[in-house]
């Protein structure tokens, strides 16, 4: 699951601190008060749901709202006064805030309406495929459903799973991810614990993320990439094929465990660690 908006009250709860914590935000903010309001009625609405049964509360939907409220600048270029949200090292214009990135790569729509691709997918009939698609969004989209966090404990007593996120993601941020992990129960423990695996993941000689694994469960988050992982490190990110199909290199580090990924020839069919 990458980018996983599966208990999106809780989830949105963490814009306020990751924003703090990697700096987009400054404690001298004078818009902060407006933003740390919106957090708590959020919070508040955790604690006492409201009457309806919408899975996502709007007090909870408009802490983003307010969080591009406080970073947008006005006295930048016109495309550059909103943050990015898929990647906070980036800027876009406002109201789109990121819906103008990324460019489509150059041959993704012809490889991916071609037969022998889609008949390798298994899909059932032909389509003509789009980047986004309105009806699909339409008939994915949330309503009276339970968060599907809750599911997780039951598939992970038979079932691994896997969440990754980009480190510079901001919708669907790192901190995210761990305060969901950190409110669930599941193997008799809550959260991960000090019995939790950590390891650091290198690729081809730099670091590429960390890892942390436990009872079926684990977490990467992936450094240098957003929230379109495969995008920003296209290489990198068929290491995470390869650590969920336990094709890597483990060694044993003083404090925490090394996993090398490894790096392919595509042209000569082989790879190296």
């Not at 703090?20 to 740390?36: A, D, F, R, Y």
């Not at 990324?102 to 729509?109: A, F």
């Not at 995008?231 to 094929?241: A, F, K, N, Q």
Request: net charge negative; glycine share 6%.
């Amino acid at each position: 699951i990458g980018n996983g908006w599966i208990a999106p009250n809780l989830q949105s709860l963490s814009y306020l601190p990751f924003g703090l914590e990697v700096g987009v935000i400054s404690k001298g903010n004078l818009l902060l008060p407006s933003l740390v309001e919106q957090h708590n009625k959020c919070k508040e609405s955790i604690r006492n749901p409201p009457a309806a049964d919408d899975m996502e509360f709007p007090e909870c939907v408009f802490v983003l709202d307010s969080f591009l409220n406080i970073t947008l600048d006005t006295d930048a270029p016109e495309d550059q006064q909103c943050i990015n949200v898929y990647d906070y090292e980036l800027r876009d214009s406002y109201p789109a805030c990121g819906a103008n990135w990324p460019n489509i790569l150059e041959g993704t729509t012809d490889f991916l309406r071609r037969s022998d691709v889609q008949k390798a997918l298994n899909l059932k009939k032909p389509i003509q495929w789009v980047e986004c698609s309105d009806p699909v969004y339409e008939d994915l989209y949330p309503t009276k459903e339970e968060e599907s966090y809750k599911l997780l404990p039951e598939i992970l007593s038979e079932i691994p799973i896997v969440l990754f996120n980009g480190a510079l993601d901001i919708i669907c941020n790192t901190l995210s991810t761990e305060m969901l992990i950190e409110n669930m129960k599941w193997d008799g423990h809550r959260g991960f614990n000090k019995d939790a695996e950590r390891m650091h993941w290198i690729y081809d000689g730099e670091k590429a993320g960390e890892i942390v694994s436990q009872s079926n469960l684990t977490f990467i988050k992936v450094y240098n990439a957003s929230h379109m992982v495969p995008y920003d490190v296209p290489e990198v990110s068929r290491g995470l094929v390869d650590i969920i199909t336990n094709k890597y290199k483990k060694i044993a580090g003083d404090i925490v465990d090394y996993i090398y990924t490894p790096v392919y020839d595509i042209y000569e069919g082989e790879y190296h660690y």
